[in-house]
């Protein structure tokens, strides 16, 4: 070549993508945004806003402090609490510690009226069951279980309520009991659109 004007070159559709790196612990992945911090964190004692049958606390041996427990809330009880303000968002994360206290059959929540979540907890030779307050039975034993369920959810607030059930083999809602802790809510933001 003689000179620089022998050849020549040009370019198209340059795109420059960055990835940010998931917050901690990883979202699920069906998630179709990136989780937000919690936008809301109940603990007790200390939370404040929730309705019901009962609002006194107990503590349940090594479970610890929680929302209901032995001989508060039984399997006709409930709990509620209406979060306001939630941030733009397509799905809603809602955690929590749901423990089973004797004959408790089973542990429900309800978002917006509908339900999201139901455990059946069984008897005996549950993994994971031990005693830790109430009657001590090796058929009922006490259990923790920890939720974490995400629904597509789009309002600026929701409603939602805990429960327990009765199975029809116990007599009285007497026969088990259920408690709350550590209820923590995120909502993913919709990923915005990428050009064709």
Not at 13 to 42: C, F, K, N, Q
Not at 51 to 75: E, H, I, R
Request: charged share 15%; hydrophobic share 40%; with cysteine.
């Amino acid at each position: 070549q003689d000179t620089a004007g022998d050849g020549w070159f040009g370019i198209q559709g340059v795109r420059l993508e960055a990835a940010v790196s998931h917050p901690s612990p990883p979202a699920p992945p069906s998630t179709p945004g990136i989780w937000t911090s919690p936008v809301y964190e109940d603990w007790w004692p200390g939370a404040t806003g929730w309705t019901g049958t009962s609002l006194a606390l107990s503590t349940c041996a090594q479970f610890g402090t929680m929302l209901g427990g032995y001989q508060v809330l039984n399997a006709s009880a409930y709990l509620e609490k209406t979060f306001t303000n939630l941030p733009p968002h397509s799905s809603l994360r809602l955690r929590l510690t749901f423990t089973r206290i004797d004959k408790l059959d089973t542990g429900l929540i309800y978002v917006d009226g509908g339900e999201a979540w139901r455990h059946v907890f069984g008897i005996g030779g549950v993994a994971g069951a031990q005693h830790a307050c109430g009657l001590a039975s090796g058929h009922y034993e006490d259990l923790q279980v920890k939720v974490d369920e995400t629904v597509t959810h789009f309002a600026e607030s929701v409603t939602i309520r805990v429960a327990g059930a009765l199975s029809y083999w116990q007599n009285t809602a007497g026969d088990g009991w259920f408690g709350i802790q550590g209820v923590r809510l995120e909502t993913a933001v919709p990923l915005p659109a990428q050009p064709p």
